[in-house]
């Protein structure tokens, strides 16, 4: 691309979120769900943001920031995720569908359930990212006694392992749905970033792709991580897990950071940097969208959208 074409792009800091049959649209100051429900029609909830770094200006300095939005993130994609679920349960009558946390929780049920997903799904991404690779990485690590060495070789396994994984999932029909909404997120954006009226036409045209995506974010925390805990060295088992729980947030801190830096910039050298986190889009996480959930995307990202086009610069 041009560099007069890359200069006129307005980079913006909407972000979004691929939901069942639905996409969330992150924006300065609100959240925007939309779902096509079973009749076709189009929902779309927005919601006001309030996070810690709108509240509390500590927040907002570097690497704090990372680890905040980190575990703010979490939370919003997770709620968002149970709202978009909700349109799709089966209708079952009210006692019969009744689950064990409303019946525990009564009224605080939703939060309940929240929290125990989010849990769930920290514990999991712990186990499988942090504590198999260096298990594995124990067992083949033969005669090599070089930490460095060692925290690559268990970087790698952690990479190989999360690649498995998405591809896996990529492969099941459920998700593959939720990856072509996560297209339809990319695609929209695109179009909003080089200034062309939302319509479905107008959104076909551009890639699925996206370098400031949260998959990318991702892959960068692997990349850092093997940096990061070289410094520790190759310690006793546990200890060594405890030291890769307790530095998860610095990793994420300083992959953020990253990650903001290379999405500012148009250089070669940052292109090069965001270039694995493109490819595991394109070949696991990211689908070709059809217009109907282009449409949903675009409702989401209008409702989104400031007034003023610098608030939402990246």
Request: proline residues 4%; positive net charge; charged residues 25%.
């Amino acid at each position: 691309m041009k560099k007069d074409k890359l200069e006129n792009i307005h980079k913006t800091s909407i972000g979004g979120q691929a939901l069942i049959e639905g996409v969330m649209m992150r924006g300065p100051k609100n959240i925007a769900i939309a779902v096509r429900k079973p009749n076709k029609e189009i929902e779309v909830k927005v919601d006001k943001l309030n996070t810690l770094a709108m509240r509390h200006k500590i927040f907002r300095m570097p690497f704090l920031r990372g680890m905040i939005s980190l575990i703010e993130s979490l939370s919003i994609g997770t709620k968002a995720l149970m709202y978009s679920a909700e349109f799709f349960e089966d209708d079952e009558p009210a006692e019969a569908k009744q689950t064990w946390t409303q019946k525990i929780f009564k009224d605080k049920a939703a939060d309940a359930e929240m929290f125990f997903t989010l849990a769930i799904s920290i514990v999991l991404a712990v186990g499988l990212f942090m504590v198999l690779p260096n298990i594995i990485a124990s067992f083949i690590k033969g005669n090599i006694t070089n930490s460095i060495l060692l925290n690559l070789m268990e970087g790698l396994v952690r990479i190989i392992i999360f690649l498995i994984y998405i591809i896996w999932v990529s492969k099941l029909d459920d998700v593959r749905r939720v990856f072509e909404y996560h297209g339809a997120e990319h695609k929209t954006i695109h179009c909003y970033e080089h200034g062309e009226e939302l319509t479905i036409e107008n959104v076909k045209k551009y890639p699925i792709l996206h370098a400031r995506c949260g998959t990318s974010f991702l892959f960068m925390v692997m990349i850092v991580s093997i940096l990061v805990l070289s410094f520790f060295g190759w310690p006793n088992p546990i200890l060594r897990i405890l030291i890769r729980i307790l530095m998860f947030p610095v990793i994420a801190g300083i992959s953020y950071e990253i990650n903001r830096f290379i999405g500012r910039s148009d250089s070669k050298a940052c292109y090069y940097l965001s270039y694995p986190g493109l490819m595991v889009q394109k070949f696991a996480t990211v689908k070709e969208p059809d217009g109907e959930q282009i449409e949903v995307a675009i409702k989401s990202l209008l409702a989104v959208i400031p007034e003023d086009r610098e608030a939402d610069k990246w």
